[in-house]
C-alpha cells in the first residue's frame, strides 16, 4: 500500500509539474567565478552577474506563476537564440540599438550600464607616459584589446581600430578576455562595468584595475534591458508588470544589494 501511495504521488507530481507553463530562460555566462570571492572592497561575499541575473529571473517566473527552465551559455548565443525562439527570455544585459530592435523585443529597463578599460598597473603608467596624459579609449593609439565578440564594446573599437591603429582581439567569455590580460597578450580590456567588477573582485590586489570612469557614449552604456521573441507582446507586457511589481515592493533593490555594492544602477 506505501509503494502504491508513493506511486502516486511520483505521478500526481509530474503531472502537476507538466501543466505548469514554464519560461525558457537563457542566461548569459560569461562572469563564472569561485563560489566566494573578496570584493573589491574587502567584503566576502558569493555571487556574480549571472547569478544576480538568474535570481532575477526567478523571481519574474515567480510572479508569472510558470517554472523557470534556465539555459546557461556565452553571451554571443542568446540573442539568436532568442531571435529563433529557442527560448522566452534573454538575459545577457543588453543595451538597447536598432539593430537589435530588428531581431528581438526589448523589456522595460532593469538596469544602467557603463563600460570600462581593464589594465595592469605596468600597461596603465606605459600608455600614460607614452601618450602623455591620462589613459582613455578615445586617445588609446597602438594598444591591443580583447573584447567579448558580439557585443557593443567590440562594434565600438572594431569602428575606431583602423584610425587608432588597435589590434581587437575578440574572445567568447569575458574569462577568456581576463585571461589574455594576464598573460600579457592585449595592453587593456574594453568590458561591461558590472560584468567587469564580479571579475576583478577575484583578481589578487595589484593584478587588473579599472582604467579611467565608467564611459556611456560611443554606444558603451545606457539603459539595461531583457529581450523577448518580437511577436509575443503578452509576454513582454507580463514581464514588464513582474519588473514594475519588484520594484515597487522593494525586491529588486534588495537583490541588487545582495550582489552589488554599487549606488547607480537605476
Not at 36 to 44: C, D, I, K, P, T
Not at 110 to 134: C, H, N, P, V
Not at 228 to 234: L, V
Request: aromatic fraction near 8%; charged fraction near 25%; proline fraction near 5%.
Amino acid at each position: 500500500m506505501r509503494r502504491f501511495l508513493l506511486f502516486f504521488a511520483v505521478l500526481f507530481s509530474a503531472a502537476l509539474s507538466a501543466e505548469t507553463p514554464a519560461l525558457r530562460v537563457a542566461l548569459g555566462s560569461h562572469d563564472v567565478l569561485p563560489p566566494r570571492v573578496e570584493s573589491l572592497h574587502g567584503a566576502s561575499r558569493s555571487g556574480s552577474l549571472a547569478e544576480f541575473n538568474e535570481e532575477l529571473a526567478r523571481e519574474i517566473c515567480r510572479r508569472l506563476k510558470v517554472r523557470c527552465v534556465v539555459s546557461s551559455m556565452p553571451f554571443a548565443e542568446i540573442l539568436p537564440g532568442v531571435e529563433a525562439q529557442r527560448y522566452d527570455l534573454g538575459f545577457g544585459n543588453y543595451l538597447r540599438t536598432p539593430e537589435r530592435e530588428k531581431r528581438v523585443a526589448f523589456s522595460d529597463p532593469i538596469l544602467r550600464s557603463s563600460s570600462r578599460l581593464i589594465g595592469s598597473r605596468e600597461s596603465i603608467r606605459r600608455f600614460a607616459s607614452r601618450e602623455g596624459q591620462d589613459v582613455a579609449i578615445e586617445r588609446l593609439r597602438r594598444a591591443r584589446l580583447s573584447v567579448v565578440g558580439a557585443t557593443q564594446q567590440e562594434a565600438y573599437l572594431n569602428s575606431v581600430a583602423t584610425a587608432q591603429e588597435l589590434t581587437v582581439s575578440a574572445t567568447k567569455t569575458m574569462s577568456e578576455a581576463f585571461a589574455l590580460l594576464r598573460e600579457g597578450k592585449v595592453d587593456f580590456a574594453l568590458l561591461p562595468v558590472l560584468s567587469a567588477y564580479t571579475l576583478l573582485s577575484a583578481e589578487p590586489d595589484g593584478g587588473l584595475e579599472f582604467v579611467g570612469p565608467g564611459v556611456t557614449q560611443f554606444g558603451l552604456g545606457g539603459t539595461v534591458h531583457l529581450i523577448m521573441p518580437r511577436d509575443d507582446d503578452g509576454l513582454r507586457k507580463a514581464v514588464n508588470e513582474a519588473i514594475a511589481g519588484l520594484r515597487a515592493d522593494g525586491t529588486y533593490h534588495r537583490i541588487v544589494r545582495r550582489f552589488f555594492p554599487l549606488s547607480s544602477l537605476d
